[in-house]
Nanobody, 115 residues
Framework: QVQLEESGGGLVQPGGSLRLSCTAS????????MGWYRQPPGKQRELVAV????????NYAGSVKGRFTISRDNVKNTVYLQMNSLKPEDTGVYYC????????WGKGTLVTVSS
């Protein structure tokens, strides 16, 4: 089993920044991938960004490219999502994802972008 603990959500004005963190514990293994998904109000969960185990490969949703950056610290078993130039449409619950043979999910952290 893998446990994921997220932090860093909150209320921010349009154009502002937030950094999300997610620390994994438990049966961590090499060859995994970690990422962030979000669920906007009234919509389905969608991919935001993912990163490979070594950090060399990243993939972003088109709507966040150039504004969000995913990174990871394998010593701390932590993945980060730096979110800049936030827009109201970035509002939603952000979920940390860990994948090795199956998906593991965090409980989610709410990001609200509003003036």
């Amino acid at each position: 089993q893998v446990q994921l603990e997220e932090s860093g959500g909150g209320l921010v004005q349009p154009g502002g920044s937030l950094r999300l963190s997610c620390t994994a514990s438990g049966s961590i293994s090499s060859g995994d991938s970690m990422g962030w998904y979000r669920q906007p109000p009234g919509k389905q969960r969608e991919l935001v960004a993912v990163i490979s185990s070594g950090g060399q490969t990243t993939n972003y949703a088109g709507s966040v490219k150039g504004r969000f950056t995913i990174s990871r610290d394998n010593v701390k078993n932590t993945v980060y999502l730096q979110m800049n130039s936030l827009k109201p449409e970035d509002t939603g619950v952000y979920y940390c994802n860990y994948f090795i043979l199956r998906n593991y999910w965090g409980k989610g952290t709410l990001v609200t972008v509003s003036s």
